[in-house]
């Protein structure tokens, strides 16, 4: 049996839910690793607010010195932001400690250097649960696939606008009223921002793409779209085509150690997509790998328990597993976003449109030459129009309401991502 | 760099399959493990059959003592069934080989004392290829959710019937209409009767139970059953009411050390299952653990290249990762196959079943008192009825063929598996 003592930064839902898990697991932790880990000292801001976690007060701590004093082998940060959780895990590296976090903000904007400092001080920084919450795909990455080429992969890393848009659709409330709603259920934050704007994401992302791909990802220059403009509507016709609205988030390599798109936006996927039956609160990666083919993992990708999962097998990981060789070629080339392919126009109109238009619709887009995989109106009194359209130029919008003489109060595109699979006409019949 | 020199038993779909991943990804394992591996010899039936692979004459031998005299670091068995592997896993061991096979029934039968003599002798003996193709779900439970006790699983565990019972649903062709197309596709092999039967499935259901679970697992003992008795018709009313029918692997333990429920058969699972919209040849394991919540893992259960990269990831990690402290807890308690719960009845009728029928129907089991969550008739001159009974009792049946007065041809029934979620009435509704 290894004693391993462990300092804990924070104690809010993250913090308390690896405290809980340590101790409820303690038992099958010890049978399957031999590692008995003590909590050594917890950090938190103040000593005297009340917790709801028994026989706690002994431990806590207001100085980050007096919890490295205590000669702790792993630092557990689950404070989050970049400052003062930075700081702190730069000290414990220094400091010859393991760390393990929880921060996709901090370790999308500082992994690279994080790392590099891990590895030069011999220890490892493991962040399972910046990426996916429960879902281990970051272990899966390193351990699990390792002598795949991953090529791409897409994924629905943002729990909160995933339950936002399936309650939209599901329910045909509302943007609004879904973020309502998931701020009362506590899946969205008092300021939604980082969530429904895709920056929680696209953190998620750079840190997915970097382990995926090997390049170090520069945040700030992942495309980032949120799902804010996205109305029941737009989620109606959408679904009325084949199709479920996500906000995905993509990565993909041209060549060995070619160039990458990445990028965060609502989506399109067909009802056969892996991804596209993803409810709720729920995350999934699908990865694509040149002999594996395909994997998908799916998973809570946030909350207590789920979180607490991640961290804690890291907390094991960092005695049990070894440390990534850290081959990283250099800062990754980002391609701008690609606008071509297939591509979903939604017009919200002034007018209802009818079954009549819909077919003039279709004549005048024969007429001017565009290759138009379909189109489709709402109905009941409720005015829109959507074309889905295989080949792309952004200034179709502006040629389209001039052609079409349809008086809209609204246009968006988004991508199309695959087509609609032949493997289930059933299916797409019955929402046609 | 190390070398690590590997004898190949069998050169068929997977051992070429092998051999091709190790040349196209030398260079990705060598980058990331710094191991590399060297094929010292391939054992085969029969040395002149002509081979698709180039340059693999010199490294042929019909003979297994010829393949262990030359120092070979890995065994990576790639012949399938009982004997000969059998004994040539055990020698291998007993020299102080790692060994690597694909091999669940081998695994399945012998598991328990093949890994007892690979500890005896400190060397590795790793099957992640043996259940589930490519997705790496024994890694999955053996390194990156080892913290978690695991108390459930479901699965999909057979490509082959579920590819079947994806086309007869689909395209409402008969049970020997699909299987004839999966043979012809090289999905199903000339004899199916390991697959259609669910043995297959059980086999891979014993290894990840007895993973999972910790305990041996009898694969004699496991509650088995095939599709051969499903028609389309019975699939159609399944989908009527908001089900699909899978071959699910299901394994619970119930409470800690506690006995197991171990069974594969048809089931019907609500769309909004994780499993239920898993298609073709795709197989998926749903793992349920008490602080990750759950977690889905999805992809291709069988062919060259899934089963090469399972082979190919444990033949790296033999070398990389932590071999298991093997705390088997003694040979489970297996309970009988659970009969109540929800249950879904099909009847094959003789006459055709009209909608004032099913009234009555209704109107009768609400008079004997059975609690019915919905009934179903099939239309357009296709002659059945299905009934979705919330408890259950062998009984039934036979009191409802007496009841109802119907001409019965075929009765079947099938456990029902969870409810049919409301986070997706729409989607239910638009297929009912």
Redesign the interface.
């Known amino acids: 049996m290894r004693r391993i003592r462990v300092g804990l930064l924070g104690l809010g839902t993250v913090g308390s839910g690896v405290f809980k ?1 340590l101790k ?2 303690r038992d ?2 010890l ?4 590692l008995l880990f003590e909590i050594s000292g917890i950090l938190v801001r103040d000593r005297q607010k009340r917790r709801e976690v028994d026989g706690i007060q002994p431990l806590l701590t207001t100085r980050f010195e007096q919890l490295l004093e205590q000669k702790v082998d792993v630092v557990l940060e689950a404070i989050g932001g970049v400052e003062p959780a930075r700081t702190y895990i730069e000290r414990a590296l220094k400091a010859g400690c393991h760390v393990v976090t929880a921060n996709k903000e901090l370790i999308a904007k500082h992994g690279v250097e994080l790392d590099a400092l891990a590895q030069e001080k011999g220890v490892q920084l493991l962040y399972e649960a910046s990426v996916g919450g ?3 795909v970051l ?2 990455l390193r ?7 991953i090529h791409r992969f897409s994924a629905i890393l943002n729990g909160t606008t995933n339950y936002i848009l ?1 309650r939209m ?2 329910e045909g409330i509302s943007f609004d009223q879904a973020l309502a709603e998931a701020q009362q259920k506590g899946y969205a934050e008092a300021d939604p921002t980082s969530d429904v704007d895709g920056l929680d994401a696209a953190y998620k992302l750079a840190i997915l793409g970097r382990l995926t791909f090997e390049v170090d990802v520069p945040v700030s220059q992942v495309s980032c779209r949120g799902i804010r403009d996205i109305n029941p509507w737009e989620l109606q016709l959408a ?1 009325s085509l084949g199709y479920r609205i996500k906000l995905l988030a993509q990565g993909e390599q041209y060549g060995e150690k070619g160039p990458l798109s990445l990028q965060v936006g609502p989506a399109l996927l067909p009802f ?1 997509h ?1 991804l596209a ?1 993803i ?2 609160v729920h995350n999934a990666v699908h990865l694509e ?12 990708g946030a ?1 207590e ?2 979180t ?3 961290m ?2 890291d ?3 960092v005695c ?3 440390a990534d ?1 850290g ?1 990283s070629a250099g800062e990754a080339t980002l391609l701008p976003v690609d606008t071509g392919g297939s591509r979903f126009l939604f017009l919200e109109t002034r007018e209802s449109i009818t079954q009549a238009k819909v077919a003039e619709v279709r004549e005048v887009l024969r007429q001017i030459g565009l290759a138009v995989t379909d189109v489709s109106a709402l109905r009941e009194g409720k005015n829109g129009l959507a074309i889905i359209l295989r080949r792309w130029d952004p200034s179709y919008p502006a040629v389209l309401l001039a052609e079409l003489g349809l008086d809209v109060t609204h246009v968006v595109d988004r991508p199309v991502f695959g087509a609609v699979s032949s ?5 797409a019949a ?2 046609s």
Chains 1, 2 share one sequence.
Do not use: F
């Not at 049978?31 to 031999?34: F, G, L, Q, S, V």
């Not at 790998?289 to 809570?300: E, N, P, R, S, Y």
């Open positions: 898990a409820s697991n099958v932790i049978k399957r690793t031999d429960g879902i281990p272990g899966t351990h699990l696939l390792k002598s795949n080429r399936t659709e599901t679904r056969s892996p039956r409810e709720g790998g040149d002999i594996v083919q395909d994997v998908t993992l799916v998973g809570q909350g328990r789920p607490a999962s991640a804690v097998e907390l094991c990981n049990c597993l070894p060789h081959c493997s289930d006409p059933a299916l019955s929402v």
